[in-house]
């Protein structure tokens, strides 16, 4: 079965821009979590989403925004890029919004 | 806020050595405790966890044991090998399993040679 995907792999934008980062969770799975992790730190929580519903949202500016559409993939999205937004945006996926989180890939966003 | 500090690495040890990678963390209520690993190139992948006090948690030759007392969950390995190389993430959850937002502490790198 194929596990978590994430799109793009890497990413390069510049300040000001807007990105658009894609997931797909493992089939089945009805929630998915998004976290950026900066280089040399762990992973933050960012949003999680269950049945198309936000269900938590972490300490980040309203620049980000996120939605999951019915076949359960998500979109986070991120306005008005600044350096400090450049980071691994790691995509999670779980049964429900309380069963254990599957990780992707991860995608490399290098803003400039 | 809940939280998680874990040891600063880079931890460098020979194969066959004893791995020991220390975590705390702080926590209001009674959260579910967990041991990520990162492999160059990849995501995270669950380790071990424990979702109460007194539980051990296993895999790989991996063990942490969730203390209440001493609001830890210390990473052991009795034998390393080469391929545990990796960066090794502590987190907590408030919710059931590893469900609603897991935090992370900032990772310590494990760097085995032969």
């Known amino acids: 079965d194929a596990g978590v995907t994430q799109s793009p792999t890497h990413l390069i934008k510049t300040r000001g821009q807007h990105v658009t980062l894609r997931c797909s969770p493992i089939s089945g799975h009805k929630s998915v979590s998004w976290y950026q992790q900066v280089l040399g730190q762990g992973p933050q929580f960012i949003f999680q989403y269950y049945e198309k519903e936000e269900r938590g949202r972490g300490n980040f500016p309203d620049r980000f925004s996120a939605r999951q559409f019915p076949n359960y993939s998500s979109e986070l999205n991120v306005n008005a890029l600044l350096l400090g937004d450049s980071a691994l945006y790691l995509c999670?996926?779980?049964?429900?919004?309380?069963?254990?989180?599957?990780f992707g890939p991860g995608t490399r966003l290098t803003v400039l | 806020g809940d939280s998680v500090t874990q040891m600063e690495g880079p931890v460098t040890l020979s194969e066959e050595a004893f791995l020991t990678i220390n975590c705390t963390y702080t926590?209001?209520?009674?959260?579910?405790l967990f041991w990520y690993v990162q492999y160059p190139g990849e995501g995270l992948q669950l380790l071990l966890k424990a979702t109460k006090a007194d539980d051990k948690g296993s895999n790989k030759g991996f063990e942490a044991t969730y203390r209440k007392e001493t609001t830890s969950f210390h990473l052991e390995k009795g034998s390393v090998q080469v391929s545990d190389s990796a960066v090794y993430f502590c987190?907590?959850?408030?919710?059931?399993?590893?469900?609603?937002?897991?935090?992370f502490g900032k990772g310590t790198t494990l760097s085995v040679s032969s």
């Open positions: 926590a209001t209520g009674y959260p579910s």
């Open positions: 999670a996926s779980s049964l429900r919004e309380d069963n254990e989180q599957f």
């Open positions: 987190a907590l959850s408030d919710g059931w399993q590893a469900g609603t937002a897991l935090i």
